[in-house]
């Protein structure tokens, strides 16, 4: 009898260190300890010993493998479960650092940048922003400017013309100049404008030279606007945009929509001037185009390109780079 205990014993401790699930264990529990288990037959076969010193020898061996094969189950299987519960939290495991590595985000183009920024200046010197279309009539674009069919400034805009209505008619606008009509003939004075947009100029691209480029238009409407105003707005312009170190100056010019003209340059704190843009007084004509009585009203006007303002701004050399969409260089910006 005390053999055939130790042999259950041996053979269930065996099997729960072999046993590789929980479920194997609860196997060797069921057939060592369950209703039809080796040891618990066992039990019910010491009846049958003859002797009460033999039954008290194999009772107390059946207690010690009872309890022996009840804690060795318990570890194996608390063991087993530890092991099952790690598998399990791997293959749920979610990785939330995948959570946090957000698609890269982007930001405003260098260009879209430079107009932000000019718009801002402006505001703060007390402009409104407008814009006009991008596809003029030859009306608004050459001739309400002060530049009729045969002017010879007509041809300093190499134009795309668009095939709609009769032939010439319809143009890309070659500056945002029209805008300032547009604003005239909808907008009482005094006026304080800026009109930034797209321009479009039939010409060879080159590092310094677009097809398709940005302007920023000025309109300042008003009673008794003399040079000095024009003067004094580019100066504060160029003092709030590019800083206090920077200067400005007008050299004479010509416009066919102002009178007088000025090209406006700006003094770097090297001491390097930069041509800047064109600017003047508007011309009588194009006031009395926008419906204006030049006895009653004065203005000046300017206009400068915003490409290059983002060209000069960040030192780069071909302006075709910046609409070359590649965003290693875009990212630098
Ligand atoms: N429209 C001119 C151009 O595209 C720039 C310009 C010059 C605008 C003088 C103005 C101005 O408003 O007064 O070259």
Redesign the pocket.
């Known amino acids: 009898m005390i053999d055939q205990i130790k042999a259950a014993r041996e053979s269930a401790l065996k099997r729960l260190a072999a046993a590789a699930t929980s479920d194997d264990v609860r196997a060797v529990e069921i057939d060592v300890l369950g209703k039809k288990g080796t040891l618990t037959d066992l039990k019910t076969a010491l009846g049958k010993l003859s002797t009460i010193e033999e039954k008290k020898q194999a009772g107390s061996a059946l207690n010690e493998a009872s309890a022996t094969v009840a804690d060795a189950l318990a570890a194996r299987l608390a063991e087993l479960r530890r092991a099952e519960r790690a598998v399990q939290l791997e293959i749920e495991r979610v990785d939330l650092t995948e959570i946090m590595r957000r698609p890269k985000r982007g930001h405003a183009h260098v260009v879209t940048q430079a107009w932000q920024r000019l718009e801002d200046v402006f505001v703060g010197l007390g402009f409104q922003v407008a814009e006009g279309p991008e596809v003029e009539t030859d009306w608004y674009n050459f001739e309400a400017l002060n530049m009729p069919a045969n002017h010879p400034a007509r041809s300093?805009?190499d134009t795309f013309y668009v095939d709609h209505g009769s032939p010439g008619s319809t143009v890309l606008r070659?500056?945002?100049?029209p805008v300032?009509m547009r604003v005239m003939q909808t907008v009482a004075p005094p006026i304080y404008m800026i009109m930034p947009g797209r321009?479009f100029r039939n010409e060879t691209t080159d590092a310094t030279h677009l097809a398709v480029f940005h302007?920023i238009?000025?309109?300042v409407i008003d009673r008794g606007i003399t040079l000095p105003d024009l003067a004094g707005t580019i100066e504060a312009f160029t003092k709030s945009f590019f800083g206090a170190d920077f200067t400005s100056r007008l050299r004479p010019s010509y416009?066919p929509?102002?009178e007088p003209?000025a090209e406006f340059d700006i003094r770097t704190p090297s001491g390097e001037w930069l041509e800047l843009?064109?600017?003047?007084m508007?011309h009588p004509n194009v006031l009395r185009a926008g419906g204006l009585d030049p006895e009653e009203w004065s203005g000046?006007?300017?206009?400068?390109g915003i490409d290059r303002m983002a060209k000069e701004r960040h030192a780069i050399n071909d302006l075709r780079e910046m609409y070359s969409n590649d965003v290693r260089f875009l990212e630098q910006f």
Do not use: C, K, Y
């Open positions: 300093m805009h070659t500056h945002t100049s300032q321009v302007q238009e000025g309109l416009f929509f102002t003209s843009g064109g600017s003047g508007v000046f006007a300017f206009g400068f």
